[in-house]
């Protein structure tokens, strides 16, 4: 094992990926069918919700716990509508005439930087289009608010998203390793990070 890593821990390794707010921002557009729901208190519940529903089976439940449960979703809600920075104009939900099946969230940091948060289409909707609608929708929300930079963490082994990302305009400015001890899905205490440019 090498010096300073701990027994019994996975290391996930992470990427933060930036975007400059004042360049060309595709406008926002959801497949037929489908409408965007503006943050309202009222829906904190229904972000919860599809938050687990969109995370559970996914390798970031792993990474972290409070992903792993409804309860745990519902807590990380209330957290981040409760943070001072928090940008209702940035959180969204994504919905059908018959069910909600996306969210993202948006906090502004004490940088001035906008940070993207647990954005998440249910698997059932995945493939149309909405993850991509999600992301633009709050990063015009960023902007309207006069932010010109924004930023959002993935998981390396979710090559999906990052493809996604990258197609957006997101460039790579970190790698974190992020400590998750194996017994009980718990964070270790230790993370670590590279800086590094593409």
Not at 8 to 34: C, H, W
Not at 176 to 182: D, E, L, N, Q
Request: aromatic residues 10%; proline residues 5%.
């Amino acid at each position: 094992m090498l010096p300073g890593l701990e027994p019994n821990v996975t290391y996930y390794k992470r990427f933060r990926m930036e975007i400059d707010l004042q360049g060309a921002l595709p406008s926002p557009e959801l497949a037929e069918g489908y409408f965007f729901v503006p943050w309202e208190n009222s829906l904190l519940e229904v972000h919860a919700e599809i938050k687990f529903s969109s995370f559970v089976e996914e390798i970031d439940a792993g990474v972290f716990a409070s992903l792993s449960t409804r309860e745990g979703c519902g807590n990380l809600m209330r957290e981040i509508s409760r943070k001072p920075g928090f940008r209702p104009e940035a959180t969204w939900l994504a919905a059908s005439a018959t069910e909600y099946c996306g969210t993202v969230q948006g906090v502004r940091e004490r940088s001035g930087t906008g940070a993207i948060q647990n954005l998440g289409v249910l698997p059932a909707h995945r493939g149309r289009g909405l993850g991509t609608a999600l992301l633009l929708q709050a990063l015009h929300g960023f902007r309207r608010f006069g932010m010109h930079r924004a930023f959002l963490e993935v998981t390396a082994q979710n090559d999906s998203a990052i493809r996604l990302y990258r197609r957006l305009g997101f460039r790579c400015r970190k790698t974190i390793y992020k400590a998750v001890g194996s017994g009980a899905l718990q964070p270790a205490g230790r993370a670590f990070a590279l800086d590094w440019l593409i």
